[in-house]
């Protein structure tokens, strides 16, 4: 999304609020290319100064000084007509294109005020007719991803219009520009937001292939996410390679973790590179200056209270167990990681014939994939090792079972999609989903 790129500068100004001012000098106003597009509407290069001018204008303004009802100064409402207008007179102008469809693909505007020197302000984009309404709140320090979920939440009842818009002007881009990679790659990025996965991986793959390795690495991350929603495994394993081969690659876009993080999702085990010589002597050392003290009383395992009889023993391990994996709490800056013990704790669940239990382990998995950092947190959110091809076996399991065949069926094609041609140890998890599969009723 076009808000990620400013995500991180709001996030360290909440961190280390209120000492971060804001800049000394405010940038110019863009009232001099408003004016030139009211003196000329077909003046093309007036209308794409102005869209570059109100998409980069942070500034916030006081009205009569009153600094508790800040307000953006450059509305976006004149720079998307004037946007609109040019591209209607010349289809392949693509300098219009880029900052109207940097406003229409917005989730959330952020804003400076150069009144009272902070910037630490972010307001929902919310579509009204043919503008948008960008009405600026305080990003809570304390609380800095809950804020932004919230004004992200507000501008979900009209995104939908603000992609299709932006699917049908790429098309028409795309039909009068066909060797131009931009067209694909926005095309693209509607048609994934929309939901159609499938169809977007077609259009950002054009792109790629139109397009410069610079461009190629900036796509990276969206090409990844699409094909981990059609479910196509092997051309993500084709890409990452290329990625990870890449003497350009900036190890600070895709670093080694996430590199191993992406090849667990597409069912390969290669776990980032690690100095076991180093690590074994600071362990020794930590032993060395360790006080001494007799070893902790085993503890039976889970299997073994079960085995024993003892549920309730077995009932208040597992909630234990549950409590650890909690998701983060609301309004927190913990990343949403989520491990193999959801796995664990989902059969542990079953094991007490918990159904409903097990159900919410598993919705818990896909909660990174639904999160609105995906597919950047997958690094961490699930580790180095592939396991989760078994937890998406298990709940098309479930599903099935109870009778949510299409839900079934997704999990099935997922596993056969994502890890089918992968580690040859995984193999047999594919088998059992495509066996799994063929054995649903027909639509």
């Given at each position: ?243 990870v081969s890449d003497p350009g690659r900036d190890t600070m876009r895709l670093n080694r973790y996430e ?185």
């Open positions: 999304m076009q808000s990620g790129s400013l995500l991180g500068v709001v996030a360290l100004c909440a961190i280390v609020a209120p000492e971060l001012p804001a800049l000394q000098r405010a940038p110019t106003s863009c009232q001099q290319y408003e004016a030139a597009v009211r003196a000329d509407p077909t003046n093309l290069e007036a209308a794409a100064s102005l869209g570059r001018c109100a998409v980069r204008d942070y500034e916030m303004i006081a009205p009569d000084g009153d600094s508790s009802r800040l307000m953006f100064r450059t509305s976006w409402g004149p720079a998307l007509r004037a946007l609109r207008h040019a591209i209607e007179l010349n289809p392949s102008y693509d300098r219009a294109y880029r900052p109207l469809f940097r406003m229409l693909l917005a989730e959330t505007r952020d804003g400076c005020s150069y009144v009272t020197g902070y910037c630490l302000h972010v307001a929902p984009v919310v579509r009204s007719g043919d503008s948008m309404l960008t009405v600026p709140r305080l990003a809570r320090p304390n609380a800095f991803p809950g804020t932004y979920g919230e004004v992200i939440q507000e501008g979900q009842a009209t995104r939908r219009e603000n992609l299709t818009e932006v699917r049908e002007l790429a098309r028409r881009w795309a039909t009068v520009s066909p060797n131009d990679r931009q067209p694909h790659e926005y095309l693209g990025q509607a048609l994934l937001r929309l939901g159609d996965a499938t169809a977007a991986v077609e259009e950002l793959e054009r792109a790629a292939a139109l397009g410069t390795p610079d461009s190629r690495r900036d796509l990276f991350w969206l090409r990844i996410e699409a094909l981990i929603r059609a479910d196509r495994g092997t051309d993500g394993r084709r890409v990452l390679d290329e990625a590199i191993s993080g992406l090849n667990a999702m597409f069912g390969r085990y290669r776990p980032a590179p690690y100095d076991t010589v180093a690590a074994r002597k600071r362990f020794q050392a930590l032993m060395q200056n360790a006080p001494t003290s007799p070893p902790p009383a085993r503890t039976p395992t889970f299997s073994e209270l079960l085995a024993s009889g003892d549920t309730g023993e077995a009932r208040k391990m597992l909630a234990r167990m549950d409590e650890r994996l909690a998701p983060p709490e609301a309004g927190t800056m913990r990343s949403p990681n989520v491990d193999e013990g959801n796995l664990y704790s989902a059969l542990n669940h079953l094991a007490l014939r918990d159904t409903a239990g097990a159900l919410a382990r598993l919705e818990e998995v896909e909660r990174p994939l639904k999160h609105a950092w995906f597919p950047r947190n997958l690094g961490s959110a699930y580790g180095q090792r592939p396991w989760t091809g078994h937890a998406w076996l298990l709940s098309g399991d479930l599903a099935a079972a109870q009778g949510r065949v299409e839900n079934a069926r997704r999990m099935y094609h997922r596993v056969i999609g994502l890890w089918g041609g992968g580690d040859a140890n995984l193999q047999p998890i594919v088998n059992q989903a495509r066996a799994r599969l063929d054995s649903l009723p027909a639509r």
